[in-house]
T-cell receptor
């Protein structure tokens, strides 16, 4: 069964450092997303990406965040200067047509110290 | 006002029990509705979509009441493997999914 893969599974970083979280969406999917889940809280939408540009973003997705699809397979989330409150599980997801089932990757646990 | 609200839980039930989860959403323009399941420290996985006419998938039945902005999930004959957090999810517009905080179910033998 095709799946969304994310790397790394766990990243520890110093406050103020830049991190890049990587995702490989399902190959024939066209819509890509990042969500985050702070421990004990709900899953929150960050950004959606379609046709090589951001199609929608939440209030959380401020100037410290950026997304990129550098090649035909990877989809990355960059956090420019990490804060303690960025510590969370970050999930990548993809869908074939934006309305169908969203497939989630296993997540990257980001710990900012 | 929270966009998607769910029973806080946790629900602790014995095997074989029937359990129901409720969810309300605030935006009347919501277009699509889902129940996702999330195991501890894992990714959310789609359990079922929810349709206006109600739908069933084995032991699971989902209902939607658009007038009341209410969604429900019924699990019959609970199994140990049903233990998880159940997330009520809506899509308002565009492509973003809006998640509830989830209700934790623990099924014991």
């Amino acid at each position: 069964e095709p799946e969304v893969t994310q790397t790394p599974s766990h990243q520890v970083t110093q406050m103020g450092q830049e991190v890049i979280l990587r995702c490989v969406p399902i190959s024939n999917h066209l819509y890509f997303y990042w969500y985050r889940q702070i421990l004990g809280q709900k899953v929150e939408f960050l950004v959606s990406f379609y046709n090589n540009e951001i199609s929608e973003k939440s209030e959380i997705f401020d100037d410290q965040f950026s997304v990129e699809r550098p090649d035909g397979s990877n989809f990355t989330l960059k956090i420019r200067s990490t804060k303690l409150e960025d510590s969370a599980m970050y999930f990548c997801a993809s869908t074939s047509d934006g309305g169908a089932e969203a497939f989630f990757g296993q997540g990257t646990r980001l710990t900012v110290v | 006002r929270k966009e998607v609200e769910q029973d806080p839980g946790p629900f602790n039930v014995p095997e074989g029990a029937t359990v129901a989860f409720n969810c309300t959403y605030s935006n009347s323009a919501s277009q699509s509705f889902f129940w996702y399941r999330q195991d501890c420290r894992k990714e959310p996985k789609l359990l079922m979509s929810v349709y206006s006419s109600g739908n069933e998938d084995g032991r699971f039945t989902a209902q939607l009441n658009r007038a009341s902005q209410y969604i429900s999930l019924l699990i019959r004959d609970s199994k140990l493997s049903d233990s998880a957090t159940y997330l009520c999810v809506v899509k308002v517009r565009g492509t973003a999914l809006i998640f509830g905080k989830g209700t934790t179910l623990s099924v014991s033998s």
